[in-house]
């Protein structure tokens, strides 16, 4: 099944402030060397045969590479973003806009929350990331504007401070996750709601390993989370690695730079 997915160019891409430990704006990040690899992350997906639509960055918007942060959408309604930290603040609207100009219904948030970021989606249920970011009470407003169960688990290590830096889903109903990202109560809810998920290793989230993306055969990883990558082909996964370690050094991943757009506009 091809997936349709938004992305955003790193045409503005920088590390000039920090609001994760990933971030070291003495040290910076090349711009050419994150577009060189966004292209290849590009690229991949519509070798896969997924169809990409692109939102245009915006000056001055260092991060809105990470198209995920920019909303959560299910059966074509969106739920918007609003960002934790003021220098991300106008990538909400901006986001929420480029859906409203195609038709579809969307919802300004009154709560916290980074979109897809903090939002994964499976059959049955939303999983939603709580700790860092995202407010608790915007898993209750997603809940009730998109008529999923949203189930909020608590992150608890600061560099894993969105839930798709510790999890991603291998299809609708099964995940790959790094245990040591949760309280102790959301490990277990975990454990019983997943008892055949994949376990990540510390090194494998420390190189963004869980900032993956899965279409439940094909799985776009970061090119050194080597554990996780062995893992995936035992269990018959295609492994696809790309290389993402200048955008890395804003704290992101494949994951981060891919929005799914599901569901098509109502018009
Ligand atoms: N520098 C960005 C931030 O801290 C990185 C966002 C990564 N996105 C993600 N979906 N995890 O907000």
């Not at 938004?6 to 003495?26: G, K, Q, S, T």
């Not at 390993?209 to 050194?224: R, W």
Request: charged fraction near 25%.
């Amino acid at each position: 099944m091809p997936k349709h997915f938004l992305m955003c160019r790193p045409d503005y891409f920088a590390v000039e402030y920090a609001i994760n430990p990933w971030m070291h704006p003495e040290i910076g990040a090349s711009r050419d060397i994150a577009v060189r690899q966004w292209e290849t992350l590009k690229a991949a997906y519509e070798e896969l045969g997924h169809k990409v639509s692109l939102i245009d960055p915006i000056d001055g918007l260092p991060d809105m590479v990470f198209a995920a942060n920019g909303a959560l959408l299910a059966g074509g309604r969106v739920y918007g973003a609003r960002f934790a930290y003021p220098e991300r603040g106008p990538e909400g609207p901006a986001y929420l806009r480029w859906f409203a100009e195609r038709g579809y219904e969307t919802l300004e948030p009154a709560h916290v929350n980074e979109g897809e970021g903090d939002f994964l989606t499976l059959d049955r249920v939303i999983l939603a990331g709580t700790g860092f970011r995202t407010d608790v009470a915007a898993h209750q407003e997603a809940q009730e504007y998109l008529g999923r169960p949203v189930v909020s688990l608590t992150l608890v290590d600061p560099r894993f401070y969105h839930l798709d830096t510790a999890m991603f889903p291998l299809d609708g109903s099964n995940i790959a996750y790094y245990p040591g990202a949760f309280s102790p109560g959301s490990l277990a809810v975990l454990r019983r709601m997943f008892p055949d998920a994949v376990l990540a290793t510390a090194e494998d989230a420390e190189v963004l390993g869980l900032n993956a993306v899965s279409d439940g055969t094909n799985v776009v990883i970061n090119a050194e989370a080597s554990n996780l990558q062995l893992e995936l082909k035992r269990r018959r996964y295609e492994v696809i690695p790309i290389d993402l370690s200048e955008l890395r050094k804003a704290g992101g991943g494949p994951k981060c730079c891919t929005l799914e757009i599901r569901g098509e506009n109502s018009s």
